[in-house]
């Protein structure tokens, strides 16, 4: 009968939403460790880019992407990275409270029109540029809280670091610190000193 049809078809897609709920925290734990050993061959900010320089130029673009191990970017780049983003980076636990709440604060004095301060840490930054999509909303907030989550309690400090540095954006179409070195100085990133490197740190996008 009809009925026992519509109830048999309620019952099926209730076992489908619950096994792709089952389903998605296992694929972003797979995804994260293997993070851990291996450099994303493209990054999902990367895609969201060459979309948005299609829809606006027709023009397809690929990135300017050379991920490098940290021992290869030289000292100064990572340093200049961490303070620039995350001072506390290698203190906190993925979430930089002390941030979050001078952020919040902030919000609520701001003027009109006035930039908003970040507060994201490096580890929300490599969940949100490596797996997520770049646009501020609450669903996108809670997808990086978990990303962030495993990768605290997967991966390494100086591996989260490590990627970073080969994912942020250090320009137009640009990603990594050895990208960005290459565009603005001509130059690798090992090569840079501490006011080049300060400098290509300047570049990155608020978090």
Avoid at 51 to 58: D, F, I, K, L, P
Avoid at 155 to 184: D, H, N, Q, S
């Amino acid at each position: 009968s009809a009925p026992s049809r519509a109830r048999r078809l309620l019952r099926g897609a209730l076992r489908l939403l619950a096994a792709a709920f089952l389903a998605l925290p296992l694929l972003a734990t797979l995804q994260v460790l293997l993070l851990r050993w291996v450099d994303p061959p493209v990054t999902a900010t990367m895609l969201q880019r060459s979309w948005e320089t299609w829809r606006a130029s027709g023009e397809l673009r690929l990135p300017a992407y050379r991920p490098r191990a940290s021992t290869q970017l030289g000292r100064p780049v990572a340093r200049a990275f961490v303070g620039a983003e995350d001072a506390a980076f290698f203190l906190h636990d993925g979430f930089d409270w002390g941030a979050i709440c001078a952020a919040r604060g902030e919000l609520h004095r701001r003027r009109p029109g006035a930039r908003l301060r970040g507060a994201s840490s490096i580890s929300q930054q490599v969940a949100r540029n490596v797996f997520l999509w770049q646009r501020r909303s609450w669903t996108r907030k809670a997808a990086e809280a978990g990303y962030t989550v495993l990768l605290e309690l997967l991966v390494p400090k100086e591996r989260i670091l490590e990627v970073y540095l080969g994912v942020a954006e250090t320009g137009p179409m640009t990603f990594g610190a050895e990208a960005g070195a290459l565009l603005w100085f001509g130059a690798p990133a090992a090569s840079l000193g501490k006011e080049e490197a300060a400098r290509l740190a300047a570049i990155l996008p608020d978090p």
